[in-house]
């Protein structure tokens, strides 16, 4: 499975974006979907989840009600809805996936076998 994100770009703090992430060469069905970031001289690190089956997504405790993720197997792809964007939020956003991985494992990117090549956003003040 091969994964490609897009959707990034440069908005203004308070705007929206909506990251996609499609899957090629393979299903996302069954598959758990999750999206990391890394901002500029930061670590990367857990943004979003949506288990394998389900919609009830995982999320940073830091970022709860901003970042919304979803998917729709039917198109294989995996979304990532980020609202009222702040400064801070300037990264470069990846999605990832796995079957294997459990609830517990979710916001653990060892987790995932298959990775995007990122999608930067960049939110000016």
């Known amino acids: 499975v091969q994964l490609q994100a897009s959707g990034g770009g440069m908005v203004q703090t308070g705007g929206s974006l909506r990251l996609s992430c499609v899957a090629s060469g393979g299903t996302f069905r069954g598959y758990a979907i999750a999206w990391f970031r890394r901002g500029p001289g930061k670590e990367r690190e857990f943004v979003a989840a949506?288990?394998?089956?389900?919609?009830?997504?995982l999320y940073a405790d830091s970022l709860k009600g901003r970042f919304i993720v979803s998917r729709d197997n039917s198109k294989n792809m995996g979304f990532l809805q980020i609202n009222g964007l702040k400064p801070e939020d300037t990264a470069v956003y990846y999605c990832a996936a796995s079957r294997g991985v459990i609830w517990s494992q979710l916001r653990q990117a060892p987790s995932y076998d298959y990775w995007g090549q990122g999608t930067l956003v960049t939110v000016s003040s």
């Open positions: 949506l288990p394998r089956t389900g919609t009830n997504g």
